[in-house]
């Protein structure tokens, strides 16, 4: 396989942007050195030079440069879209459809039982912090005081975070032409109507 990559990177940004393309289409254990190696057109020992620690820290490298991009990109997105949950969610639904997928579920289920228990940890953290709180806060604060679901912000940023991937995963033909993004904001106001539902429910 060949990847595109800027004749200006550096030969570092080079091999981080083949790894995180390579790890982000196959998953950690599907991905060995001498692929990385051969998508870059070098020897699997010059990867070394970068990742002393071999595949693992080279995963991790590529996994926290990727989930950094995504903070801000988030908080961007969201803190531009001003007041209102649904004009965030959104915003946070167009930045993650602009991005490669970031396979969240996998990395959880899969990647991280793979490595160490110390760098799964350290990763896990970077990833709620750069997914998960982000549209937690949208949640906590566009969500009004007396709703039931204010309690579950956290979850509720899970399941949106899901439902985009999903999303960004369907094959074109299933969405017989409609944009993935104009897909991902019908879910969102089917979401919120049932959310808004459930709390008058709860109330009357």
Known sequence: MNTVVEPAMSPRDRVLQTAEHLFSERGYAAVTLRDIADALGIKQASLYYHAPGGKEELFVQVTERGLERHRVGLDNAINEAGDGLRAQLYAAAGWLLSQPS??????LQSDMPAISAHEAERL??????????PLQRAFDEGLAD???????????????????EGVHNLPEHFLNGEPKAAMARFLIDTWL??????SKTIQD
Not at 102 to 107: A, E, H, L, Q, W
Not at 124 to 133: G, Y
Not at 155 to 163: D, E, I, K, Q, R
């Open 146 to 164: 007396d709703s039931p679901a204010k309690a579950k912000a956290v979850h509720l940023a899970g399941a949106f975070l899901s439902v985009i």
């Open 193 to 198: 109507e049932g959310i808004n539902h459930h």
């Open 124 to 133: 896990r953290v970077s990833a709620f912090t750069a997914l998960i709180a």
């Open 102 to 107: 970031i396979n969240y579920g996998r990395m």
